[in-house]
């Protein structure tokens, strides 16, 4: 859905999306790497469940809220991706966080 | 960071980072707080790291803000970045949540430079995947030098519509369809505007120009648009639309398939901090918006609050920057910094050139007017994305007596969730002033309050 302009001279990390394995430049936000790779959603909404990904990509929807390193209702817009990142789909309402 | 500050600044875009910077010079004790990596804001986003000759694709315009970021950088204001404002009280004290800990500042005077957001457009299916914000389309391009890859379409109103249908022919991406739902204001609204708007003939250059690099580009533009709707099933598979264009005035209706659809109507002001400083607004029936109350210094109705650029009412970076000055003239004046004549002086020129840059806007602010379509939707569209509250849900509620956006709020959840009304606040407001007859001012918007971000207790505890 989503390409670089010119993919060659950037720097890249490495980094998981539901599991899966992925590389992409470093110092863009979480909401640019899930497009860049394709994901067509980021979360299902609470109410209905109903597919979303980013769409104001500046922290004004918070329609791409997800789950970062185990930590769920991250505004992914506003946050920078980091080497060995986990990103999850969230699934609805995120669940309270156990004690840590 | 200290937990004081003579002066707090807040929203790194051109009208605060014009403002830390010459409150810095001024030998203030200034902070600029933003919620950005960089400093730039939105318009002049990432622009720290284009290299000279760089990026080019995104327009001379771009690039001016450059020596803006370095003057700001250099001028020993302290800047904290990636800090989201939580937390702001009518005694200006300033809950500030950054990386997972939350502090408290305070400051004697408060300039708020938060901004613009785009302004909502409700249409059938734009809570869809695939379907974002022509600024969302930007963001991606100066931050993260991403273009889609698949089939594009632009639909809405706007200059900056066309702006970045431009910037993607810059970078040699095809554009499907450019959709164009502006209603026809007529030439006698705009023609005298225009008369006015001459002293800033390079905007008009500027529109100029890529509206024939579009003509050029043999891009499909469809005008006089009504009905548009994104459709899909998990995502967005076609754009469907009314096209007023065509043999004989005829109305065709036309599908298009696009897997990215960029939305816009212009840009409103970001409220929230206005808002929770308890400013007073008012309503701006040509702008169809929400404006912060402030004068000429930008000295809102609440003292020790200012405010600079698109926050309190949409003028633009080059305004907004000019504003950002007057504002630290004029908090540096009641911090007897300066004395009345020092600021007087030293606003001359800057009024001036700020006259030229606001001389425009009535142009483009009659040029482009939002369509009422999308402004007061069909009952079964969408407004609030986060509780997801359709247009007749709250038609609903208005007709059950419910008279301003905050009971609506209460007997629907509409603009209750994370983005506590920013994507439908506008939208309620104009459906109960069309449902029940009454006029903006008297449905009022929704009133804010803290957390603005979501903050855990954890994070609280932080503190």
Known sequence: ?100 | MKDHYQLLVIGAGPAGLAAAADAARLGLDVALVDEQNTPGGQIYRNVGSAREGGRTYLGKDYLRGKPLVEEFLQSGATYINNASVWYLDERLETGLLIDGTSHFVTTERLILATGAQERPMPLPGWQLPGVMTAGAGQILLKSAAMIPSGRVVLAGSGPLLLLIAWQYLQVGIKIDAIIDTTPRPGFSKVLPCLARALPAFDYLLKGLSFILTIKKAGIPVYKAVTDLRAEGHESLESVSFTSGLGDGNKRTEINIEAETLLLHQGVIPNLRLPLAAGCELEWDPLQQSWKTVKDIWGQSSVDQVLVAGDCASIVGARAGELQGRLCTLEAAHQLNKIDLQQRDRAATRIKRSLQRHLSIRPFLDTLYPPAKAYQVPDDATLVCRCEEVNAGQIREAARMGCVGPNQVKAFTRCGMGPCQGCLCGSTVSALIADETGASMEQVGYFRVRPPFKPITLGELANT
């Open chain 1, 1 to 100: 859905m989503f390409r670089l302009v010119d993919d060659t001279s950037v720097e890249m990390l490495k980094l998981s999306i539901e599991g899966g394995e992925y590389e992409v430049p470093v110092g863009i936000s979480v909401a640019a790497a899930v497009l860049l790779c394709g994901f067509n959603k980021v979360r299902n909404t609470p109410v209905t469940g109903s597919p979303r990904l980013p769409y104001c990509m500046m922290g004004i929807c918070f329609d791409c809220l997800v789950t970062i390193d185990g930590i769920p209702n991250q505004q992914a817009c506003q946050l920078e991706v980091h080497e060995n990142m986990a990103i999850e789909i969230q699934q609805g309402a995120a669940e309270l966080l156990p004690e840590r």
